[in-house]
């Protein structure tokens, strides 16, 4: 029993640690582009350039379907309020509304490397034909020159090799964007982190529209681009 309750709580402790604590927090909301206030908590969010992503991830996660924002907590007073990135929504410019991905979603889809469509096709059938002259000697000691014909078929050009496939999840990436992403957390401190969302269809200056839920009612953080 006393095993078991060990083997337990070194579980949870390594949980713990791998969740991570997000990052630091700006001063205060008013710091962030787009900043409100619902209920007792202040909430401040800003988009993350590719460039930045790139820099702190070591991914261009846009080119991989993702756009990301950085999101601070402020809690007002002396309450505990409750923080998750499930909790936000984004809305695009195409209208449509999407959750925020988990950092194993992220991890796999950069993992995943698609194969090229003409890998493993046959190219074209090549026909070779090659003349062979010798010098022989046949029966009863007689001698002479001879010729044969020799005919190859190929696939001309040689078909590609299929590019190699990555595994199906990054997991160097998976814990960077765990430890980073915003905490999912009871607390009376300011906390801040990123958060993962599918990119919406648009253009390059799409307006992206941050939605908070809460039982105070709907946050919305307009950020573009």
Do not use: C, W
């Not at 194993?104 to 003409?118: I, K």
């Not at 022989?136 to 590609?160: D, F, I, K, L, W």
């Amino acid at each position: 029993m006393k095993l078991r309750l060990g083997a337990l709580s070194l579980f949870l402790t390594l949980a713990i640690a791998f969740a991570g604590d997000g990052i630091p927090a700006r001063g205060s909301a008013d710091d962030y582009p787009a900043h409100q206030v619902s209920g007792k908590m202040a909430i401040g969010a800003a988009y993350v350039t590719p460039a930045q992503v790139k820099k702190l991830f070591g991914e261009d996660l846009e080119k991989r379907g993702y756009v990301v924002f950085e999101v601070g907590m402020f809690p007002i007073g002396d309450d505990q309020s409750e923080v998750s990135p499930d909790a936000f929504k984004l809305k695009g410019k195409d209208g449509t509304i999407r959750r925020a991905a988990t950092p194993h979603m992220v991890a796999s889809d950069v993992g995943q490397t698609p194969r090229s469509p003409d890998a493993g096709i046959p190219g074209k059938v090549n026909v070779q034909t090659a003349e062979t002259v010798g010098y022989g000697t046949g029966p009863y000691g007689r001698s002479g020159v001879y010729t044969a014909s020799t005919v190859a078929v190929s696939n001309y050009p040689p078909p590609q090799s299929a590019p190699p496939v990555r595994a199906g999840r990054n997991d160097q990436l998976e814990q960077q964007v765990e430890e980073k992403s915003l905490p999912d957390t009871t607390t009376k401190r300011a906390v801040a982190g990123y958060v993962f969302f599918p990119k919406p269809a648009g253009d390059k200056h799409a307006e992206y529209e941050l939605l908070y839920f809460t039982q105070d009612g709907q946050v919305s953080l307009k950020l573009t681009h």
